[in-house]
């Protein structure tokens, strides 16, 4: 999502776009789909690293700050994925790193003011996401209870975003705007998934606290939904022509949206909720089918440009 073309930014929000799609393929019921759709998330999270270690080998981590948030949060989405393939140990050894590089990246700034500002909010509640799904899944309390105090961190760090997001962006942004959505979708999916995780063998909160989660993620939900609205009518009223790795964004909004409205329809027993979260995820294979081949075209593109000053050149 962040500007930059290089292959580590494409891989990382390739990734998590995927993911991100994989976890709500799965919300809904389509596993066969869920599964496939890991495939090439797993390539592109592989893809990332090696270009990382290979091509990067000098350069700060934290001077890469969008682009490491953006893969930090690919991990814990890809986690969330493989949790619910079944390969729990995976998804704790993705966990432990994705809590690792969230460390090292917290005090990492972001010095624009465009959509990336929401980076540090979507990487926290994504590991908010994982840590709930493996609490559920392996009915460990603690995962949830760190889940938790992530969930109500993230939301803080939301609000320090919204309050450098420059407002001009929804008009004049390439794309990464609609992270301000995508950053509610997250934080809304992250309280479903920590509601969901209570169970009467856990019992992980008591009656104060699951209405007040409730609340809140019902809160968080509707939000989002009336960002998308804006957004949406915002790209209507002022088209945004030719490619750009930030409008992958959009993809991830309206796939992360769509798993927040199926967990939210699940954990709270809101079977209308299904219906919107099954239009939104079906709209978000479309556009990710779209932007991938987007993105093809626009690298073959280049490559040919590449190639014609090449040869100028000599």
């Known amino acids: 999502m962040p500007g930059s073309s290089s292959f580590a930014t494409l891989w990382a929000t390739y990734a998590l776009t995927t993911g991100t799609l994989s976890v709500g393929l799965d919300s809904a019921g389509y596993e066969v789909l869920s599964r496939i759709a890991l495939v090439p998330a797993c390539a592109a999270w592989l893809g990332t690293v090696a270009y990382a270690v290979l091509r990067l080998p000098r350069a700060a981590w934290r001077a890469q700050a969008p682009a490491a948030h953006t893969f930090t949060a690919a991990t814990a989405l890809l986690g969330t994925g493989l949790s619910a393939a079944g390969r729990q140990t995976s998804a704790a ?67 320090f975003a919204l309050f450098r997001f420059a407002p001009r962006e929804v008009t004049d942004g390439r794309g990464d705007h609609w992270l301000a959505g995508g950053a509610l979708a997250v934080s809304a999916l992250a309280g479903a998934r920590l509601l969901s995780a209570d169970s009467g063998r856990l019992y992980l909160w008591n009656d104060d606290d699951h209405a007040v989660l409730s609340r809140v993620t019902v809160a968080l939900l509707v939000l989002t939904l009336v960002c998308w609205v804006a957004l949406l009518t915002a790209e209507l009223m002022w088209p945004r022509p030719g490619y750009d790795v930030r409008r992958w964004a959009g993809v991830f909004g309206a796939a992360v949206t769509a798993a927040a409205a199926t967990a939210v329809a699940a954990a709270l027993d ?37 190639g014609v000053r090449s040869r100028a050149r000599r």
């Open 93 to 159: 050894a993705l966990l432990a790193l994705a809590a690792l590089l969230w460390t090292l990246l917290l005090a990492a700034g972001d010095p624009s003011r465009g959509g990336t500002v929401f980076l540090r909010c979507v990487a926290t509640q994504g590991l908010a996401v994982l840590g709930a799904t493996l609490a559920a899944a392996e009915s460990a309390a603690w995962p949830a209870r760190a889940a938790l105090v992530l969930f109500w961190l993230g939301l803080i760090l939301y609000c």
């Open 270 to 306: 809101a079977p209308w909720l299904d219906a919107v979260g099954e239009a939104l995820l079906w709209l978000a294979v479309a556009l990710w089918l779209a932007c991938t081949a987007w993105t093809a075209a626009a690298a073959r593109a280049g490559s040919r440009s590449a």
